[in-house]
């Protein structure tokens, strides 16, 4: 298939360069660390309840003593699910985000005094959230209407009402983080206040309309009369921007349905009836399992470039799936109500092609970061191999997700570990390890420190890797014996054949033991990474960026020159001082070599730019 | 319609496997094209992504929509008629499984079916939501429906095979929701 009818010449194309981005202010290094830091300071904390949920159904409450009741479960459940969702997922998209924009679009956050008000709503919601498991609140972390503030005759909600108002009260205050911190990537990615290539080319992206069709790839799709009219947003941008799109959109219906559960908590009526509720928490709950997926996703078309030492040939395949993840990332929200019989026929319908649909966008982006890494001179770094084991944990997520997406198979799986395994291939084995394959990236860019021991960072790399696909795929196994989710103890004397479940929760519970052993090398790694010496301002760290020489031409194919040597195996960047210890006198050390401007724009790379 | 075909979770299994050991020799096969690195400067599979996606896409929309006559939807087989309905009523945390027209009374310990019935289980609850979830006496879920207060799910079931089966609550519903389980005993009598 074509993909340009623009002749290359050799010195165009892609640079890694390392450029320090003046967009990247202190300030904001400052608030991407605290939202980082934040986030996974979450992930633990959330991840010892799963330990204890895993303890406890391994042991049928025998190991964990009076800890071990249906009713703990229920809150560990519920706060580890919330706690992994959003606890950990919100800040660290949040950070991401605002690390994104400044590092690859060259442009300050729109507003930096959001973020601490993004913050601290968050860390206060998430308090909440959890103070009211601490409560008893535990329904799961997604509840059903009217399960978190009534039960059966006799009044059986076994929770105080006072904790469900909690829960709702801290959810509506995270998810007011989530609308500022959208407005604030929108303000970001769409303000006119940007004096930059992406605002002033003449010409170019003169109307809201191209920016948001290349700020969402639907560019792809556009004639070339069209697209040469448009600056191409950097695909990191784009997962950001399309991960807002669906949670801004989503998120209204949310509040409806949690200022709902707050009135009836107090002792109101509803102003919804079960189904409409039920449709409103998984219009939001669905998009909610991409809030840090298509960021990453991003950051993956970003990385494995610089580390495959190639560029994409067109990148017309790059920009193409993302309204394939972007409209079907809401659309596909009732394949978790498939076993209603009440829902709606065509919503059905929708959300089951929907979900081809979005599985095609995946399968898209996986073949085009495959097949760029295949037969290249692909770097191992820690980094690479964590974006690599994390795109396998996609794979595998996505063949169950298809499965489950199918109502005539869903049968077979819903709320059973089918379930569990397929979210968890992508969370646990997806999101997780690209998160900290990029934490491992940014971590000497955002504090100007290097990480503190290569082989922790290996110790971390391999436990978590092979203990985390050895437990979700011991859930997979269960998943397809029968197993049900959201169960204290799967195992009861009325089913004689759940006796065989035991071997398979047993193994569950140890490969999670392994996991959080190897959380513990990242634990020393980064403590003490943060008490070793800054380095000084002159020897900042910055790391690779991929970069079109001029912007232009867009969808021809590129040849890779590459500036910089590539990265060690230990995430660190090379150290351009050298054998002397001193940085080269001609100041070469992170900038770019000089490039001349390009004959058709008119721009030379990198472009200097003010902000208003 | 399940219980007729035989599809279940097997088939899902023998499918993730497959796959699964294709994903796994995938990564083999990335590691060993690196140790044979060309010196393209860009991505060498782009001209077959075309191909790959059409390929992509025709599969997924076969799969889709090869299922649509197994779909789980009472509505969805005007030609199958129920020999048998069942009457469902959840609560935490049992069931009261009744012959139609009784709702929520005569609920039956066991309910018994002859085999060959296509039975026809209206479910719904009284205070929140449940799953009615029904297993063989060997484990196998053959069929689910979600139980929700103030509407009525439909579900059918061909129980072709004799023996028992279990019901289940498959949707948390309180603090007792693991202890909710009935059984159906099909016989040929």
Known sequence: MATSQIEVKPEEGQRIVQIPSAALTPYTKAWVRRFLFLSFFDFMIAGTFALLMRTDQASAAQILGELGSPGVFGQLETAHGIGMFVGWQFPFTYGLCTYIFPKYMKRTIWSERLLPIIFYLFASGISLVWLACLFGFGPGWYFLFPLPFAGGPGGSSPWPLGSSIVFFAGMMLVNISLVIFCINIFGTAFSNKYNDVFNNSPGKNNSISAKLATAMGFDAYLPSRIRNRIVAYPVATIGAVVTCVDMFVTVWPFFALLLDGSWESAGFGSFMNNLVSKNFLWLNHHPIVYFAFFPLVGMYYTLIPIFAKRAFESSRWVRAPWPLLLIPGVGVYSHHIFMDTVQPFALQMMSQYMTMIIALGSGISVFTLMGLAWRSKYNWNLTARWIIGAIMGWILGGIIGTELGDPAYNTYGHNTYMVLAHFHYNALCGIVLAGFGVLCWIFPEITNRKWYSSKLSEIHFWGTVAFAFAMVTDFAVMGYLGVPRKEWSPVIPQLPFTTGYSPYLLMASLFAYGIAISQIAFIINIIMSLRSKPLGRADEIVMPTPEFVGYEPRYAPVALAIDSPSNTSNGNPPDPRGASGELPSDGSANRANDVPSHPRTGFSSPQKFETI | ?189
């Not at chain 2, 689910?144 to 129980?159: A, C, E, K, L």
């Open chain 2, 1 to 189: 319609m399940p219980g007729d075909v035989g599809f279940g979770s097997e088939f899902l299994a023998i499918v993730f496997i497959a796959i699964s050991l294709g994903v796994i020799g995938m990564l083999a096969a990335l590691v060993w094209s690196n140790k044979h690195a060309s010196e393209d400067k860009w991505m060498g599979m782009a001209k077959r992504e075309g191909w790959y996606t059409i390929i992509f896409l025709i599969v997924v929309i076969v799969f889709a929509t090869s299922t649509l006559g197994l779909l789980p939807y009472p509505y969805a087989h005007q030609n199958i008629h129920p020999t048998m309905v069942v009457n469902v009523r959840a609560q935490q945390f049992q069931w009261c499984i009744a012959y139609a027209p009784n709702w929520g009374t005569d609920c039956e310990a066991i309910m018994k079916i002859p085999t060959g019935n296509v039975v026809l289980f209206n479910t719904s609850s009284i205070d929140v939501n449940h799953g009615f979830g029904l297993y063989t006496s060997t484990g196998n879920l053959v069929d689910q429906v979600q139980v929700m207060p103030g509407f009525y799910d439909t579900i059918i079931y061909n129980f072709s095979q004799p023996g028992l089966y279990y019901i289940r609550c498959l949707e948390f519903c309180g603090y007792g929701h693991f202890g909710m389980v009935s059984e159906i005993n099909v016989t040929s009598s």
